[in-house]
C-alpha cells in the first residue's frame, strides 16, 4: 500500500503564488507515475499536470507557462509550483501515483490518491 499526503495549500489573490507538496509512504516504486489533479465544486476532478519518472511532463493547457510539476525519486515526493494564479484555479487539488511507468494523464490510471488540499485564490 501506498500512502499519499498533501501539503501547501492555502488561501492566495490573484496573481500570487503557491507550492503544493506531496509525500509517498509504504511500498513506492521510483518509476511510479505521478499527477496532480483538482476538483472545484460541481465540477469533475481533471488533470492539471503529470510526470516520469526521468521527468517528462504534461500540463493542461490552462495551467501551461504558470504551473511547474516536479519530483524527487529518492525522497518519493511530488511538487506542484504554481504561479500567476487566477481564481478559476481555485479548487482541491489531489496527487496521485501510478504503478504504470509513463506520462499517465487518464484519472482511471492512477491507483493511490492523497486526501486533498484546498487551494483558494481570491480577486
Known amino acids: 500500500q501506498v500512502q499519499l499526503v498533501e501539503s501547501g495549500g492555502g488561501l492566495v489573490k490573484a496573481g500570487g503564488s503557491l507550492k503544493l507538496s506531496c509525500a509517498a509512504s509504504?511500498?513506492?516504486?521510483?518509476?511510479?507515475?505521478m499527477g496532480w489533479f483538482r476538483q472545484a465544486p460541481g465540477k469533475e476532478r481533471d488533470i492539471v499536470a503529470a510526470?516520469?519518472?526521468?521527468?517528462?511532463?504534461y500540463y493542461e493547457k490552462s495551467v501551461e507557462g504558470r504551473f511547474t510539476i516536479s519530483r524527487d525519486n529518492a525522497n518519493a515526493t511530488v511538487s506542484l509550483q504554481m504561479n500567476s494564479l487566477k481564481p478559476e484555479d481555485t479548487a482541491v487539488y489531489y496527487c496521485a501515483r501510478s504503478r504504470r511507468v509513463g506520462l499517465i494523464t487518464s484519472l482511471s490510471e492512477y491507483t493511490y490518491w492523497g486526501q486533498g488540499t484546498q487551494v483558494t485564490v481570491s480577486l
Open positions: 509504504g511500498r513506492t516504486s521510483r518509476t511510479d507515475a
Open positions: 510526470i516520469t519518472w526521468v521527468g517528462t511532463t
